[in-house]
């Protein structure tokens, strides 16, 4: 029904037919259940859901209602990293929480900021750390950039919203879609944000 519960469905649904080693592999640790679920639970409704509320809203006001819980999520985020160190949003392992958060950010720079009119700033001008772990989530870890198209990201909003883009027109930029030079220490970089007072008030 809902792509949350394909989510934990595919990490299990398939184990008998597995080898042991791969029939092991999840996302969804033990030990991390409550932070995953409690943290899952803001970045689906304020930013994987949040883009779209800003970006399809049918007027003014809801736009400005809901652009604001995008980047309260997003500070919220960079928080977390500097707080667990990376390389993943809660520290060394790779959970559930990477995997739903990237989806949105990959596309945020490249799409988000001009199509859905999400530019209170950008990934990689306003959020070092952030911009940092989707640098290593594209180039270091494997099945991310492997699954990543930017083409069909960037034509697949710019040429089906005909209320937003009539013309079709597909931006080139950014450019590049998503820098390289990553940083093992998150401690050495500035944590970032978006300041309005808006966005610091719903954080």
Known sequence: NESAELLRDLQTAF????PEKEAAVTFYHENLRS????????????????VYKAGFAPDQ?????????VFAALNKLEKLLADSGGPYVLGAELTEVDIRAYATLIRFDTVYVQHFKCNLG???HDYPLLNNYLKNLYWNVKGFRETTDFRHIKENYTKSHDDINPKHITPMGPW????EGFERDFSKLRVGSVRLPAVLEYE
Do not use: F, H, K, S
């Not at 184990?15 to 597995?18: D, E, F, G, I, T």
């Not at 590049?176 to 820098?179: A, H, L, M, R, T």
């Open 35 to 50: 932070r995953i679920d409690a943290i899952c639970n803001w970045i689906q409704r304020d930013l994987n859901t949040g």
């Open 122 to 124: 950008t990934i990689r």
């Open 15 to 18: 184990n008998p037919l597995l």
């Open 61 to 69: 006001e809801t736009y400005d209602r809901n652009v604001i819980p």
């Open 176 to 179: 590049p879609d998503v820098e």
